[in-house]
């Protein structure tokens, strides 16, 4: 079963695995991959701009790691083999790093409206802790912003494609899939809970995922024609530059034949010309010289 899953969804899922092994293993010894590869505030001294890639595959716990892991599987493998490996991955990656950019502009907001910049410290719980602590602890982790995207990706590719989805007890289609998943992330984004769940990052993740499949489909529309209604063909447009190599090939051709036909004319004319003479020669043989007519006299003489 696991070599039938394409190449990029199992390269996901070994490194998210392989990624929370490791920081389960090294967090006993007093290292925190989280902490190192997760996404911090970009106010935050422990920001670094690679973070907005290696924040996907770091996961808080076990139950965040299946999830996730399950939906990859469940739709990478469905949308890779529809689009191909280099897009899909392509796709997912700019879906987790758009999730990643959304996140951090929720917290300068955040940042900006609690005016944390206006503190040297912050009382948490009754311990007073820096604020450069403090914004070190808005760290986020998990590959769910590019899961996201990849529903979001799943719904637009096969919209009327029906699905079953715990605890719904009958299938439905995959575009109210994304919608309801959209609309849960944009209600929970709204409430005044604090869940420690980055549902802005989810919605940026499909906003993202949105985004770059309505450039894919105006790319691929401006690179095809129309040619006629027989079965709707659609054939590619060339470049300039083979637009220029077919034109100089076809004239190559017309010229080619015209010449042929040119040459070909020519040798017609000769051979009427030859057979008109045979068939004078042929009078004058029969009835003699003096029975041919002024054209066919002249024609005798001007072989021209």
Request: neutral net charge.
């Amino acid at each position: 079963m696991f070599r039938q899953i394409p190449p990029i969804t199992k390269n996901l899922l070994i490194i998210n695995i392989l990624a929370y092994l490791a920081h389960f293993v090294l967090v006993g010894h007093g290292i925190s991959m989280n902490d190192i590869f997760g996404l911090h505030f970009v106010m935050a001294s422990d920001f670094r701009v690679y973070q907005l890639l290696t924040y996907m595959f770091m996961h808080s716990g076990i139950s965040h790691l299946f999830f996730n892991m399950f939906a990859l599987w469940m739709f990478g493998c469905t949308i890779e083999r529809a689009w191909g490996s280099q897009r899909f991955l392509v796709f997912t990656l700019l879906c987790g790093i758009g999730a990643g950019l959304f996140q951090e502009l929720a917290q300068f907001v955040s940042y900006a409206v609690q005016g944390l910049a206006a503190y040297d410290s912050v009382n948490i719980g009754g311990m007073v802790i820096s604020m450069d602590e403090y914004l070190n602890q808005w760290n986020t982790v998990g590959f769910s912003g590019a899961v996201y995207g990849i529903l979001l990706g799943f719904g637009m590719t096969y919209p009327e494609e029906r699905i079953f989805i715990f605890p719904l007890p009958v299938p439905i289609k995959g575009k109210w899939f994304v919608c309801i998943y959209a609309a849960i992330e944009l209600f929970s984004a709204l409430s005044t809970s604090n869940d420690n769940v980055a549902h802005i990052a989810h919605l940026g993740g499909m906003i993202v995922g949105f985004m770059i499949i309505r450039y894919w489909k105006r790319q691929y529309y401006r690179a095809t024609t129309f040619t006629g209604w027989d079965g709707y063909e659609i054939k590619e447009r060339q470049s300039f530059s083979e637009r220029l190599m077919s034109f100089l090939g076809k004239a190559k051709s017309f010229f080619s034949q015209n010449g042929k036909r040119g040459e070909e004319s020519e040798n017609e004319r000769e051979e009427r010309k030859q057979k008109e003479i045979d068939r004078i020669l042929e009078k004058i043989k029969r009835s003699g010289y003096d029975s041919l007519t002024d054209e066919e006299r002249r024609k005798l003489f001007d072989r021209k």
